[in-house]
């Protein structure tokens, strides 16, 4: 059984920093693709960030020197550090692994707001 556990979420305020963590297990995880996509009220699923098997990464515009994504294959964890937050950042934060695959993590609420 493939299970993705997000947590690191939280309320923080503008500017400030969080860091999500991702544990999976169920999977060849040194093997996958893992990604972080996000969901804001009203919008759609958006990939923010990823990070291939050989270490290569990719992130959406918006976050482009602000977010970081790292893994750990000997904890089957990936990371998305984020600094300088702002209040549209503000969304639901999912881990994924693989590519085109149903392995999705339940989620975990960033709210940026003073």
């Known amino acids: 059984q493939v299970q993705l556990v997000e947590s690191g979420g939280g309320l923080v305020q503008p500017g400030g920093s969080l860091r999500l963590s991702c544990a999976g297990s169920?999977?060849?995880?040194?093997?996958?693709?893992m990604g972080w996509y996000r969901q804001a009220p009203g919008k759609q699923r958006e990939l923010v960030a990823d990070i291939t098997v050989g270490g290569s990464t990719n992130y959406v515009d918006s976050v482009k020197g602000r977010f970081t994504i790292s893994r750990d294959n000997a904890k089957n964890t990936v990371y998305l550090q984020m600094n300088s937050l702002k209040p549209e950042d503000t969304a639901v934060y999912y881990c994924?692994?693989?590519?085109?695959?149903?392995?999705w993590g339940q989620g975990t609420q960033v709210t940026v707001s003073s």
């Open positions: 169920g999977i060849p995880f040194s093997s996958y693709t």
């Open positions: 994924h692994a693989g590519i085109a695959t149903p392995y």
